[in-house]
């Protein structure tokens, strides 16, 4: 039997083999943190053997169905892997979409924060200018009422407006040839009487000679110490009953049985006829008759122009024997436009006022300027002026400029001037206004001429003697009034009594500079113009830098006191930076409570963290960082009390030559930060990165404790916190918090904004 055709020796007939178990294409979605490393590792199966039909025999799968089985098994291995790298592609996509929207959410939540600071802080504002309208609305109210009460308690008034005068007897009109009353306890002006300004005797003074015209040895600060002192004789001439003026005689005898000397009389013919007699406008100009100007015609007619002023106090002064002299001139009154030239010949300026001799020495008086003034619309308004009631001839000179009979050697001696200023310099001299001259408010530069020339930059100071003005503010525009130039002139206090404006006109041609004065910022106080000069610009600036818009003058307010601070913070309002930080620092008598703002002249950013206030012992210290280079305005806010709201305490410009390289604002310091003097020295930045690593160090004396992330900084024998914190997840809260004792509750003195 061969061995080659046995049948015993050939493989069993080729059946159909078993039917393999099949493999599932469904693949479970596995988290990769729940794969072991086995996982990912495709084992190799086993190769079935075939031991046929003995025991002897030994047999395996056909080639073809090996290299089958492999495929599939590197098929299933394949998809597996691809899989798995779809899970991990989608595991990194759902992480980068969760850090997206956790940015988005951080960036909504920072706006968030941004737009309420500013909606709280327009809120401070409104109800800022709000409580200051109601304040002004109540105090202008308050004050119109105590006014119109003195009125009628002086004028003898009714409650329906009329005037109640006393019953008149015959024994007040002839009160002339009797001894005058004295009532040194009612009618005593300290240390007059007993100085030798007693009624002089009529005996002794020759009326046919006039006194020589000298230069007076007393200012009116000397005479006029409190113009109080002049409120019973005011009252009594205001009170004169109307039978009183029916002549000169009776009139002067009523007057004079209220005085002790001179000085009191004079007074009170001065006050009784700036209360009693009108200008007469229409007639001035033309448009009716003239009233009389004699004294008499005067007194009954109750209206008049200034020379019927000047001969009635004329009148009167001379009844009772008192030296007085008429005086002609020409005058810069409401007809005069600053740079007009007066023609002395052929003026239209003509005007009448008084010199009086009291003890010895002459003084100016002038009742018609003292009775009211007329407008731009030719309208007459009584307004009471102390002013021109003893006017030093310094002052007089001013706007008043004597010229009688064509003769100006003979006039010149009626300036009552050691030196006479010449026609032609009064002509061109500087023309301060009757406020400026009133409250001792005098040119540092520019002392001499109205008119000035400029090129390219100019700086005017004025200086208060008394220091008793509120409010200055400035009004500078083209000499047409075309344009008004706000961002063309910076004007700031240099201490209490020093204003300097510097000026930058953009264009070559005049421009118009008026100075206000505001004594009180009560309802009753107003701005009063103190001086104006006209700028002829020949050159400007080849580059031209405006100043940020400012609704009030630069510096501390005149109230600063009341919030706290103390007289450093008037010294300087304009500062410089060269580096893109700087630190002002503001002494202070007592805990004060701040709020700062930062703005930049041309970008329109929200600056609201670019402040960080830090307390210390005896003031507090402003760090500011500057974003952009140019001007800036940083302007304090305070409160006078705990219960009072923000005010404007001080502005500072601040010319920024240098941006910072940090261009985020500072952490968010909250009030406890300021109460209990805690400063932060690291980090100075709002704004910090998710998931690192910081260093942070602050210092503060008055807590035990400070904590950040659930973590307490270490304190030094310095009361230096200091620790080492990793920041949280985009959005999270940042807060350093800090504890005053050990039973005392967590406060959060800085926040930071996680990004």
Same mark, same amino acid.
């Not at 202008?140 to 009329?162: A, K, V």
């Not at 002052?395 to 004597?402: G, L, S």
């Given at each position: 039997?061969?061995?080659?055709?046995?049948?015993?020796?050939?493989?069993?007939?080729?059946?159909?083999?078993?039917?393999?178990?099949?493999?599932?294409?469904?693949?479970?979605?596995?988290?990769?943190?729940?794969?072991?490393?086995?996982?990912?590792?495709?084992?190799?199966?086993?190769?079935?053997?075939?031991?046929?039909?003995?025991?002897?025999?030994?047999?395996?799968?056909?080639?073809?169905?090996?290299?089958?089985?492999?495929?599939?098994?590197?098929?299933?291995?394949?998809?597996?892997? $691809? +899989?798995?790298?779809?899970?991990?592609?989608?595991?990194? /996509?759902?992480?980068?979409? *969760?850090?997206? !929207?956790? &940015?988005? %959410?951080?960036?909504?939540?920072?706006?968030?924060?941004?737009?309420?600071?500013?909606?709280?802080?327009?809120?401070?504002?409104?109800?800022?200018?709000?409580?200051?309208?109601?304040?002004?609305?109540?105090?202008?109210?308050?004050?119109?009422?105590?006014?119109?009460?003195?009125?009628?308690?002086?004028?003898?008034?009714?409650?329906?407006?009329?005037?109640?005068?006393?019953?008149?007897?015959?024994?007040?009109?002839?009160?002339?040839?009797?001894?005058?009353?004295?009532?040194?306890?009612?009618?005593?002006?300290?240390?007059?009487?007993?100085?030798?300004?007693?009624?002089?005797?009529?005996?002794?003074?020759?009326?046919? $000679? +006039?006194?020589?015209?000298?230069?007076?040895?007393?200012? /009116?600060?000397?005479?006029? *110490?409190?113009? !109080?002192? &002049?409120? %019973?004789?005011?009252?009594?001439?205001?009170?004169?009953?109307?039978?009183?003026?029916?002549?000169?005689?009776?009139?002067?005898?009523?007057?004079?049985?209220?005085?002790?000397?001179?000085?009191?009389?004079?007074?009170?013919?001065?006050?009784?006829?700036?209360?009693?007699?009108?200008?007469?406008?229409?007639?001035?100009?033309?448009?009716?008759?003239?009233?009389?100007?004699?004294?008499?015609?005067?007194?009954?007619?109750?209206?008049?122009?200034?020379?019927?002023?000047?001969?009635?106090?004329?009148?009167?002064?001379?009844?009772?024997?008192?030296?007085?002299?008429?005086?002609?001139?020409?005058?810069?009154?409401?007809?005069?436009?600053?740079?007009?030239?007066?023609?002395?010949?052929?003026?239209?300026?003509?005007?009448?006022?008084?010199?009086?001799?009291?003890?010895?020495?002459?003084?100016?008086?002038?009742?018609?300027?003292?009775?009211?003034?007329?407008?731009?619309?030719?309208?007459?308004?009584?307004?009471?002026?102390?002013?021109?009631?003893?006017?030093?001839?310094?002052?007089?000179?001013?706007?008043?400029?004597?010229?009688?009979?064509?003769?100006?050697?003979?006039?010149?001696?009626?300036?009552?001037?050691?030196?006479?200023?010449?026609?032609?310099?009064?002509?061109?001299?500087?023309?301060?206004?009757?406020?400026?001259?009133?409250?001792?408010?005098?040119?540092?530069?520019?002392?001499?001429?109205?008119?000035?020339?400029?090129?390219?930059?100019?700086?005017?100071?004025?200086?208060?003697?008394?220091?008793?003005?509120?409010?200055?503010?400035?009004?500078?525009?083209?000499?047409?009034?075309?344009?008004?130039?706000?961002?063309?002139?910076?004007?700031?206090?240099?201490?209490?009594?020093?204003?300097?404006?510097?000026?930058?006109?953009?264009?070559?041609?005049?421009?118009?500079?008026?100075?206000?004065?505001?004594?009180?910022?009560?309802?009753?106080?107003?701005?009063?113009?103190?001086?104006?000069?006209?700028?002829?610009?020949?050159?400007?600036?080849?580059?031209?830098?405006?100043?940020?818009?400012?609704?009030?003058?630069?510096?501390?307010?005149?109230?600063?006191?009341?919030?706290?601070?103390?007289?450093?913070?008037?010294?300087?309002?304009?500062?410089?930076?060269?580096?893109?930080?700087?630190?002002?620092?503001?002494?202070?008598?007592?805990?004060?409570?701040?709020?700062?703002?930062?703005?930049?002249?041309?970008?329109?950013?929200?600056?609201?963290?670019?402040?960080?206030?830090?307390?210390?012992?005896?003031?507090?210290?402003?760090?500011?960082?500057?974003?952009?280079?140019?001007?800036?305005?940083?302007?304090?806010?305070?409160?006078?009390?705990?219960?009072?709201?923000?005010?404007?305490?001080?502005?500072?410009?601040?010319?920024?030559?240098?941006?910072?390289?940090?261009?985020?604002?500072?952490?968010?310091?909250?009030?406890?930060?300021?109460?209990?003097?805690?400063?932060?020295?690291?980090?100075?930045?709002?704004?910090?990165?998710?998931?690192?690593?910081?260093?942070?160090?602050?210092?503060?004396?008055?807590?035990?404790?400070?904590?950040?992330?659930?973590?307490?900084?270490?304190?030094?024998?310095?009361?230096?916190?200091?620790?080492?914190?990793?920041?949280?997840?985009?959005?999270?809260?940042?807060?350093?918090?800090?504890?005053?004792?050990?039973?005392?509750?967590?406060?959060?003195?800085?926040?930071?904004?996680?990004?």
């Amino acid at each position: 039997m061969g061995s080659g055709s046995s049948a015993l020796n050939q493989p069993p007939p080729a059946g159909r083999p078993k039917q393999r178990a099949k493999q599932s294409h469904h693949v479970m979605m596995t988290e990769l943190s729940d794969l072991g490393d086995d996982d990912f590792t495709i084992q190799e199966p086993t190769l079935v053997q075939y031991h046929g039909r003995t025991g002897q025999t030994n047999g395996f799968i056909k080639e073809d169905q090996k290299a089958r089985a492999a495929e599939e098994m590197s098929f299933e291995r394949q998809m597996k892997n $691809k +899989e798995l790298r779809r899970i991990q592609d989608e595991r990194l /996509k759902e992480k980068r979409s *969760q850090e997206m !929207h956790n &940015f988005r %959410l951080v960036k909504e939540e920072d706006q968030r924060f941004k737009l309420e600071q500013a909606r709280i802080q327009a809120e401070v504002v409104k109800k800022h200018q709000e409580l200051v309208a109601m304040e002004e609305k109540a105090n202008r109210m308050l004050r119109e009422e105590q006014l119109q009460q003195e009125f009628i308690q002086q004028q003898n008034i009714d409650s329906n407006g009329n005037f109640v005068f006393e019953p008149e007897t015959e024994e007040r009109v002839n009160v002339a040839h009797q001894p005058t009353v004295r009532n040194p306890a009612k009618f005593n002006l300290t240390g007059v009487t007993k100085s030798g300004w007693a009624f002089e005797d009529r005996a002794v003074q020759d009326l046919d $000679k +006039e006194p020589e015209p000298r230069p007076p040895t007393y200012r /009116k600060r000397d005479i006029v *110490q409190n113009t !109080h002192q &002049f409120n %019973l004789f005011d009252k009594h001439a205001v009170k004169a009953p109307f039978r009183a003026r029916e002549s000169i005689a009776s009139l002067v005898t009523y007057l004079k049985s209220g005085a002790e000397n001179h000085l009191q009389l004079v007074r009170m013919f001065y006050r009784w006829i700036t209360f009693n007699i009108a200008f007469d406008v229409e007639g001035y100009y033309g448009e009716t008759q003239l009233q009389s100007v004699e004294p008499e015609g005067v007194l009954q007619a109750g209206l008049t122009i200034s020379e019927g002023y000047a001969n009635l106090m004329q009148a009167m002064c001379k009844f009772e024997g008192i030296p007085v002299k008429i005086i002609q001139g020409i005058v810069k009154g409401y007809e005069y436009q600053i740079g007009d030239i007066i023609n002395f010949t052929e003026s239209h300026l003509w005007h009448f006022w008084n010199a009086v001799y009291i003890n010895k020495n002459w003084f100016f008086v002038d009742c018609a300027w003292g009775a009211g003034l007329v407008d731009r619309k030719r309208n007459w308004i009584r307004q009471f002026q102390e002013f021109y009631f003893i006017v030093d001839p310094d002052k007089m000179i001013v706007d008043h400029f004597p010229f009688m009979d064509n003769d100006l050697r003979e006039s010149a001696k009626w300036q009552l001037l050691a030196s006479p200023v010449s026609a032609n310099s009064f002509n061109q001299r500087l023309k301060l206004e009757r406020a400026a001259l009133e409250w001792d408010v005098k040119p540092v530069t520019h002392t001499q001429h109205h008119i000035i020339t400029v090129r390219r930059e100019i700086e005017i100071q004025l200086q208060e003697v008394a220091d008793i003005l509120e409010e200055y503010s400035v009004q500078f525009q083209r000499k047409d009034g075309s344009r008004n130039l706000d961002q063309f002139f910076f004007a700031c206090k240099l201490n209490n009594r020093t204003l300097k404006i510097t000026l930058r006109p953009p264009e070559q041609v005049d421009y118009i500079l008026n100075i206000y004065g505001q004594k009180s910022l009560d309802a009753a106080g107003k701005s009063e113009v103190l001086v104006t000069y006209i700028l002829k610009c020949v050159d400007v600036l080849e580059e031209l830098r405006q100043f940020p818009p400012n609704f009030r003058i630069y510096g501390a307010v005149p109230n600063y006191q009341k919030f706290g601070f103390s007289s450093e913070i008037t010294k300087c309002c304009e500062y410089t930076c060269n580096s893109g930080e700087m630190i002002l620092p503001i002494k202070t008598k007592r805990s004060v409570k701040v709020m700062t703002k930062l703005e930049h002249i041309d970008e329109k950013a929200d600056l609201t963290n670019f402040c960080l206030v830090t307390a210390k012992d005896h003031g507090i210290s402003v760090k500011m960082r500057f974003p952009f280079e140019g001007y800036y305005k940083f302007t304090l806010f305070g409160k006078e009390d705990d219960a009072g709201n923000f005010r404007p305490v001080a502005t500072f410009l601040i010319d920024c030559n240098q941006a910072s390289h940090v261009h985020s604002g500072f952490p968010v310091a909250f009030d406890a930060a300021l109460e209990l003097k805690c400063t932060l020295f690291k980090p100075l930045w709002k704004d910090l990165p998710a998931n690192s690593t910081i260093t942070v160090v602050m210092g503060c004396e008055n807590i035990v404790k400070a904590s950040l992330m659930y973590k307490d900084l270490v304190m030094d024998e310095n009361h230096v916190f200091e620790g080492t914190v990793t920041t949280p997840p985009a959005g999270q809260p940042f807060t350093i918090y800090g504890q005053k004792t050990e039973k005392s509750p967590l406060v959060g003195l800085f926040h930071f904004t996680i990004f």
